[in-house]
């Protein structure tokens, strides 16, 4: 088992939803930022979302803005993806990643980059199919 652990892609129809989970083995998982990034054969990976330690703060690409929503719960040191609305441009393998611990109260309750840099744990992917 790696450090984080995606599930929950599979093939669904357009319209439909999808739920993805991603669990990390991080004991200080609470202060690391969590973002998801998706990558289609040929394609440079590109931001999705991203949530702050706290949860408190999510940002979204204005490709899922209003259909995809993350969450996570610190307890179980585990993040979610909810999407909704899927449609074929959705078809990608999505990538659960860590950014770096955080410690300022400020950044644990507002941090959530958005570039790929920023992040340095990888899942290994779960593949996302949206047919018509």
């Known amino acids: 088992q790696g450090r984080l652990v995606e599930s929950g892609g599979g093939l669904v129809q357009a319209g439909n939803s999808l739920r993805l989970s991603c669990v990390v083995s991080d004991r200080s998982f609470s202060s690391h930022p969590m973002g998801w990034f998706r990558q289609g054969p040929g394609k440079e990976r590109e931001f999705v979302a991203a949530i702050s330690p706290s949860g408190l703060r999510e940002i979204y690409s204005d490709s899922v803005k209003g259909r995809f929503t993350l969450s996570r719960e610190n307890i179980k040191n585990t993040l979610y993806q909810q999407m909704n609305n899927l449609n074929l441009e959705d078809t990608d393998v999505y990538f659960c990643?860590?950014?770096?611990?955080?410690?300022?109260?400020?950044?644990?309750?507002?941090?959530?980059?958005?570039?790929?840099?920023?992040?340095?744990?990888w899942g290994q992917g779960t593949q996302v199919a949206v047919s018509s």
């Open positions: 990643s860590e950014s770096r611990s955080l410690t300022t109260i400020g950044e644990l309750l507002n941090a959530a980059p958005r570039a790929r840099s920023e992040y340095e744990y």
